[in-house]
Antibody
Framework: QVQMKETGPGLVQTTQTLSVTCTVSGFSLTSYGVHWVRQAPGKGLEWMGIIWGDGSTNYNSALKSRLSISRDTSKSQVFLTMNSLQTDDTAVYYC???????WGQGTLVTVSS | DIQMTQSPASLSASLGETVSIECLASEGISNDLAWYQQKSGKSPQLLIYAASRLQDGVPSRFSGSGSGTRYSLKISGMQPEDEADYFCQQSYKYPLTFGSGTKLEIK
């Protein structure tokens, strides 16, 4: 049974760095990729990036300069790190497996000055 | 980036009514198109992938069609539990992009 769960800080100050962890079970991170998708309040979905089973990454070019996705396969965890946060980075951050059949519950991150 | 233009932005339907939602891609996406349902406060749920393939466990009243740049999601017989937001997504080219969403309500 596949499960995915995001954990994040809840509140982050502007200009600071965001770190969100996605903990997975039911599949191996070396076999499947994990996407990050975010959704600002009342808005649509924005794809942020993916870490593939071989550890390579693809990023949304709009975020690439601020975004990093990494993982710890021994802990079945994927990490999203994004710097220079602004208020418009306030969103629910989701992780999803490579085919988008499974998603985490999401974690709300509020960026405040 | 491939732009996904989704319409309508909102829609209300009576129980039992058939509804359609459309997505137009800014270039051909070779059926690399998925549809998601998102209920209030919940994560998106995959309904359709590869334009017309029904995800396991999704009711058969949901169907997808299209080719090239034009794709549609049809719900044959609106049910109360279908009230939700719906999004299309292309996976033909990175960055993956989503449509802006359709809010479907019961009339």
């Amino acid at each position: 049974q596949v499960q995915m769960k995001e954990t994040g800080p809840g509140l982050v100050q502007t200009t600071q760095t965001l770190s969100v962890t996605c903990t997975v079970s039911g599949f191996s991170l070396t076999s499947y990729g994990v996407h990050w998708v975010r959704q600002a309040p009342g808005k649509g979905l924005e794809w942020m990036g993916i870490i593939w089973g071989d550890g390579s990454t693809n990023y949304n070019s709009a975020l690439k300069s601020r975004l990093s996705i990494s993982r710890d396969t021994s802990k079945s965890q994927v990490f999203l790190t994004m710097n220079s946060l602004q208020t418009d980075d306030t969103a629910v951050y989701y992780c999803a497996e490579s085919w988008f059949a499974y998603w985490g519950q999401g974690t709300l991150v509020t960026v405040s000055s | 980036d491939i732009q996904m233009t989704q319409s309508p932005a909102s829609l209300s339907a009576s129980l039992g009514e058939t509804v359609s939602i459309e997505c137009l891609a800014s270039e051909g996406i070779s059926n690399d198109l998925a549809w998601y349902q998102q209920k209030s406060g919940k994560s998106p749920q995959l309904l359709i992938y590869a334009a017309s393939r029904l995800q396991d466990g999704v009711p058969s009243r949901f169907s997808g069609s299209g080719s090239g740049t034009r794709y549609s999601l049809k719900i044959s017989g609106m049910q109360p539990e279908d009230e939700a937001d719906y999004f299309c997504q292309q996976s033909y080219k990175y960055p993956l992009t989503f449509g802006s969403g359709t809010k479907l309500e019961i009339k």
